[in-house]
């Protein structure tokens, strides 16, 4: 396990010109770890969310177009 101070010094290691040549050598050096979790536990898919979040949106800015026409 890394542990990095914050965001910013990850990214500016990310994007440090000398890290280039080693990133393949620490990606071959990583290891999968999986977790196994409760059959019991559903999680949405992200893309039905933000599609019912957008429909959302679109439904109400019509109906709020709507309601300033009629007045």
Known sequence: MVRYRD????????????YVPFMPYKLMATELN?????????????????????LIIFLGVG??????RNA
């Open 7 to 18: 965001r910013r010094a990850f990214l500016d290691l990310l994007a440090d010109p000398k």
């Open 63 to 68: 109906w709020f177009r709507a309601e300033r």
């Open 34 to 54: 999986l977790l196994p979790t409760s059959g019991e536990l559903v999680l949405l898919d992200f893309r039905i969310i933000v599609s019912g979040l957008l």
